[in-house]
């Protein structure tokens, strides 16, 4: 269902989880790259540019929440969606996920056909997104082009007169000289 695949990444520093996670999401649909950490986690979204990242919370160093605002900080990753997988399940801690930047938060255990329908659905979200932003670049092209057409047109229209006139003149020049001659 998804061609090019979707291009996901896993930041989890249980290998454990991250194995589990990258076996649901199987070729020729996705893609999966994974980091152990969340400072690697922050590198890899960089520099692969993924569709979509699937974030634990609670990692030592840099944890799920700092990783989602710095993603969110920079421009070139800023609109990428973050899925946190973690074993937090307090309002709280949703809430903090949402205003760190998350479009979705699954609870560990999780069942993953549940994580599977909620990352096609963030990514047929995204994809959809990419191509309203497609259409609406050549919309913008294409109303600039209409208006580069109907100024041309409008020059092409003056300037036609002016020859027409100027022929006619010439013309009438022509034919009272040879009435004098």
């Not at 896993?10 to 893609?31: G, K």
């Not at 890899?44 to 605002?69: H, N, R, T, W, Y």
């Not at 994580?115 to 600039?144: F, N, S, W």
């Not at 013309?171 to 009435?179: A, F, H, P, R, W």
């Amino acid at each position: 269902y998804f061609n090019p695949p979707a291009k996901l990444i896993v930041v989890d520093d249980s290998h454990l989880n991250r194995n589990f996670i990258v076996s649901a999401f199987t070729a020729p649909n996705y893609e999966v790259i994974s980091a152990a950490d969340g400072k690697e986690g922050v590198d890899l979204v960089k520099k692969a540019k993924p569709e979509i990242v699937l974030l634990d919370i609670m990692m030592p160093g840099m944890d799920g929440f700092s990783v989602a605002q710095e993603l969110k900080k920079d421009p070139s990753t800023k609109d990428i969606p973050i899925i946190f997988i973690t074993a937090l399940d307090a309002l709280k801690d949703k809430l903090k996920a949402f205003e760190a930047g998350a479009v979705d938060f699954v609870t560990k255990p999780f069942n993953h056909k549940e994580l599977i329908a909620r990352v096609r659905t963030h990514v047929e979200l995204a994809r959809l997104g990419m191509q309203k932003q497609e259409m609406l670049k050549i919309m913008l092209e294409e109303k600039r082009n209409s208006a580069i057409a109907r100024i041309a047109a409008g020059i092409s229209h003056n300037f036609n007169n002016m020859l027409g006139v100027s022929f006619g003149n010439i013309m009438l020049i022509e034919s009272i000289e040879k009435g004098k001659l």
